[in-house]
């Protein structure tokens, strides 16, 4: 029986090796490679495996270096034909619409049993999306507060997050940190801002933000 190929990409080594361990005694999967972080685990796919290429990746929400969202849209533009799980303790509206925009097969939280851990993980070997009641509810309220966002001022709702630090006077870096994104996704939202709000630089945007009464006083 060909089993399924699985990599796990978590910053907590007690998660990954829990993970590892539970599905090693599984007959139906193999795991073939860690990660603690996305940028590692861009890094170990282009270098490949002995065992060939993950099959699934069950990929961490929250880490440093690249979170989840960004390692997953990455993956999904250089390696197109994967298949990834969001594996997270967050349950945040933005944060689902956010994982699936970029690619993610399946949310799921860190609070399955492991049964429902199999059925996600079987479930996008096969292509088929596996979300729990919870999570499909935060996609819809995600997907509807975009679009009341959109129709508001044209700005998705981490554009504006991004727009009221700068306001704040915060450097890329800064929001980065806060926002646990990277600092080549703040630059690309910075750039996005600047076009939509037809501002020339970040001094203009954090007036915008004042004169719209985003921002603190």
């Not at 361990?21 to 490679?33: N, Q, R």
């Not at 956010?98 to 049993?113: D, I, M, N, Q, W």
């Not at 554009?159 to 980065?176: F, P, Q, Y």
Request: charged share 25%; proline share 2%; net charge negative.
């Amino acid at each position: 029986m060909e089993r399924i190929k699985v990599m796990i990409v978590d910053d907590h080594e007690m998660v990954r090796m829990g993970l590892r361990t539970y599905l090693m005694v599984e007959p139906k999967f193999e795991v073939i490679g860690e990660a603690g972080n996305g940028q590692e685990a861009i890094e170990a796919l282009r270098q490949g495996y002995a065992e060939g290429m993950p099959d699934v990746i069950l990929m961490d929400l929250m880490m440093p270096n690249m979170n989840g969202v960004e390692a997953t849209r990455l993956i999904m533009q250089e390696f197109p034909q994967m298949k990834i799980i969001i594996l997270t303790s967050f349950l945040e509206d933005e944060q689902v619409v956010e994982a699936v925009e970029a690619g993610a097969v399946s949310y799921v939280l860190k609070t399955v049993s492991a049964d429902e851990l199999i059925y996600a993980l079987q479930g996008a070997y096969r292509g088929m999306p596996v979300m729990t009641g919870d999570v499909s509810q935060a996609l819809t309220r995600g997907i509807r507060q975009r679009t009341a966002q959109g129709e508001a001022d044209g700005l998705t709702e981490r554009e504006k997050e991004v727009l009221l630090l700068i306001a704040e006077g915060k450097t890329n870096k800064d929001i980065s940190e806060e926002l646990h994104i990277s600092i080549k996704t703040v630059k690309t939202h910075v750039s996005n801002l600047l076009m939509k709000c037809e501002m020339d630089d970040r001094t203009q945007l954090a007036i915008y933000a004042h004169r719209k009464g985003w921002a603190k006083a």
